[in-house]
């Protein structure tokens, strides 16, 4: 089956640095990568996407980067907030519909 | 709009009755998944519809769980004398069905088996 890790389950940043959570992956043919967000009580998020032919994407405050080389995503968060406390899941395409999840990285942001 | 809707939000049940749990997916959805998540853990796949049917049912832990899903709209998850294992937040989601488009949760049932 596929293997989607986290390097760190925590992570804690000051408030208005960026952080980088990261995520290993083993199934080279996955093509659709995902990050969500989980707040506490609440279903995961959206946060950003990528497919495969690309290595970067950007949104608010979120960037992407898939490295296939090395079976890499990572998601950068700039400017943290108060708000960005949560856990963060990397999600992959496994078959045409299925997504697989990561374990989750705690992030916290400390004021 | 409204979002993907579950029933309920939290459901305590004794060891050996059956539950459901229902999933209400964002109108025009297709595609609609079952997720299970433990404590601190993430997320376990269960199983997907695609309309009523079910390509995948490969995440169903055994054979107590079953689901089904009507009019390509609502769907059920039962799970059928629950064991303390059982206990977990059941995640649904839903998707317009295209492939590689994400998938839009509910906020999810938690389950507590006594």
């Known amino acids: 089956g596929e293997n989607v890790g986290l390097h760190l389950p925590t992570l804690s940043v000051q408030e208005g640095d960026n952080s980088i959570i990261n995520c290993a992956y083993s199934?080279?043919?996955?093509?659709?990568f995902i990050w969500y967000k989980q707040e506490s009580g609440k279903g995961p998020q959206f946060i950003i996407d990528?497919?495969?032919?690309?290595d970067k994407r950007q949104g608010q405050r979120v960037t992407v980067l898939l490295n296939k080389t090395v079976k890499h995503l990572s998601l950068q968060i700039a400017a943290t907030q108060p708000g960005d406390s949560a856990v963060y899941f990397c999600?992959?395409?496994?078959?045409?519909?299925?997504?697989?999840f990561g374990q989750g990285t705690r992030l916290t942001i400390n004021p | 709009g409204a979002g993907v809707s579950q029933s309920p939000s939290n459901k305590v049940t004794e060891k050996g009755k059956d539950v459901e749990l229902r999933c209400d997916p964002i109108?025009?959805?297709?595609?609609l998944y079952w997720y299970r998540q433990s404590l601190g853990q993430g997320l376990e796949f269960l199983i997907y519809?695609?309309?009523?049917?079910?390509?995948?049912k490969s995440g169903l832990p055994s054979d107590r769980f079953s689901a089904e899903r009507t009019g390509g709209s609502v769907s059920t998850l039962t799970i059928q004398r629950t064991q303390q294992e059982d206990s977990a937040v059941y995640l649904c989601?839903?998707?317009?069905?295209?492939?590689?488009?994400?998938?839009?949760f509910g906020n999810g049932t938690r389950l507590t088996v006594t």
């Open positions: 199934n080279s043919a996955s093509d659709y």
């Open positions: 109108s025009g959805h297709t595609a």
């Open positions: 519809f695609q309309g009523n049917s079910a390509p995948d």
């Open positions: 989601a839903s998707t317009p069905g295209l492939v590689g488009s994400p998938l839009h």
């Open positions: 990528i497919r495969s032919n690309m």
């Open positions: 999600a992959l395409a496994q078959g045409a519909q299925k997504l697989v």
